[in-house]
């Protein structure tokens, strides 16, 4: 028996505030464990169903039309609306499972899905609507991500973490970073703020979708009032865990942060972020640093975008192959996302909250409170 399999499989992130997800798609059910609270933090089951809800499939008729309704069910660690600083464990079930949907993936293989590769690293795989490479993964993540949206407030009195869509396909919203806040995200299905676009992208989505087709697009996510300090020089830079955390969400295909690639495309006179005093506190003038330097956050908005491919599963005839090696071809006939972004908003939102709460007690745990305000 492979002993090591088990010790690397990668269902746990973060140190300090650290999230194990569990869980299939078809399963009894999808949950988390947290681990790493702090005691006494505020957090009622309605806070966390609220980030459920905006993940959760059937929201309208631009996602997919499995119905759950996702309602969690919070097993451990809080005790009369209160953190108990003891490991909170949250579940939820699945209801609206079809395994019949998917008999025919029992054999053949999605292209630009995770049934090859599953299948070729152990051997097995639940086919029954993608296992855990399902999207339903994420709502452990989700839950987590409600709980350390809760803890950073306490730690921070000005945080907020917003995130949106940016742009679908070749649809590019305008929107204002530092303005932007949720409530103007969730004025539409799409969770676009840029309403024209927004239109433009439903329209687009539709259409795509009656064509049996996919389309991808970015998120981009802006986290402000955290304090410079948080990130660890050299493997845990702070950009490099959210990073990792936007790489480790289903369909995620590129990360920047700041100027990103544009950064390629400038000069240091022009990329450089001046250094000034503002309200008795040491800012920049410019954020082409994304609120990061060095890995360790300078007190600027943290702002990074996510790119999304389109979603693998589409209605289009493929060329693929089955278990046993035979050429054949595959038309998917299952409910699926036509473009996945609108879903993922609050899964990008929960991961950065993830990062920032895990670097936030690893703040605290040196024993520093942070030298510059
Ligand atoms: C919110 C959300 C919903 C998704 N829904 C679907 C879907 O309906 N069909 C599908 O094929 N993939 C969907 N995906 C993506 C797959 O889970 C993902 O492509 C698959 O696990 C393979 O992993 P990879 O794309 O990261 O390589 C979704 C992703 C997200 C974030």
């Known amino acids: 028996m492979p002993v090591l399999q088990y010790a690397q499989m990668g269902n746990t992130f973060g140190r300090l505030f650290r999230v194990t997800t569990f869980g299939e798609s078809h399963g009894g059910g999808i949950g988390v464990v947290i681990d790493g609270c702090p005691p006494n933090i505020d957090i009622s089951d309605a806070e966390i169903q609220r980030e459920l809800d905006r993940r959760r499939p059937g929201q ?14 919070i097993l451990s660690g809080v005790f009369e609306g209160k953190t108990l600083g003891t490991p909170i464990a949250i ?20 292209p630009s899905h995770a049934d090859f590769t599953y ?51 070749e649809i590019i919203a305008k929107i204002n970073r530092s303005t932007v806040k949720m409530r103007d995200v969730e004025q539409n299905a799409i969770r676009c703020p840029d309403a024209a676009a ?14 049996g087709d996919s389309v991808g697009g970015v998120i981009e996510c ?30 995620t295909k590129g990360f920047e942060i700041g100027s990103g690639f544009t950064a390629t495309r400038m000069r240091g006179s022009e ?17 082409n640093s994304g609120g990061v330097q060095g890995g360790i956050s300078n007190g600027e908005e943290i702002y990074f975008r996510v790119a999304f491919k389109p979603t693998a599963t589409i209605a289009h005839e493929q060329k693929t192959v089955t278990a046993s090696r035979e050429q054949t071809k595959l038309a998917e006939r299952g409910r699926h996302d036509p473009c996945v ?14 990062v920032l709460c895990d670097h936030a007690l690893r703040q605290k745990a040196i024993g520093l409170r942070g030298r510059w305000k």
Not at 144 to 168: D, R, W
Not at 341 to 354: C, D, F, T, W
Request: charged share 30%; net charge positive.
């Open 198 to 211: 927004a239109k433009k992208m439903a329209s687009l989505i539709e259409q795509i979708r009656g064509e």
């Open 341 to 354: 972004l609108p879903r993922a908003v609050p899964i990008v939102e929960a991961m950065a909250a993830i």
């Open 271 to 287: 990329h450089n972020d001046p250094f000034e005093m503002r309200g008795g506190k040491i800012r920049t003038a410019t954020n």
């Open 60 to 73: 309208s008729k631009l996602t997919t039309q499995r119905k759950e309704e996702d309602r969690c069910e």
């Open 119 to 169: 299948e070729a690293k152990y051997g097995i795989r639940n086919w029954q609507g993608g296992g855990r490479a399902s999207a339903r993964e994420t709502i452990g993540r989700v839950a987590a991500g409600a709980v350390a949206k809760k803890i950073l407030p306490a730690f921070y009195s000005e945080f907020e973490i917003v995130a949106y869509v940016a742009q679908v396909h």
């Open 222 to 251: 802006v986290a402000r009032g955290v304090p410079p300090g948080l990130g660890e020089p050299v493997f845990d830079k702070l950009e490099a865990d959210l990073a990792k955390a936007m790489l480790s969400l289903p369909a």
């Open 91 to 110: 579940l939820v079930c699945n209801k609206d499972a079809r395994p019949e949907d998917y008999l025919e993936i029992a054999r053949k293989f999605r």
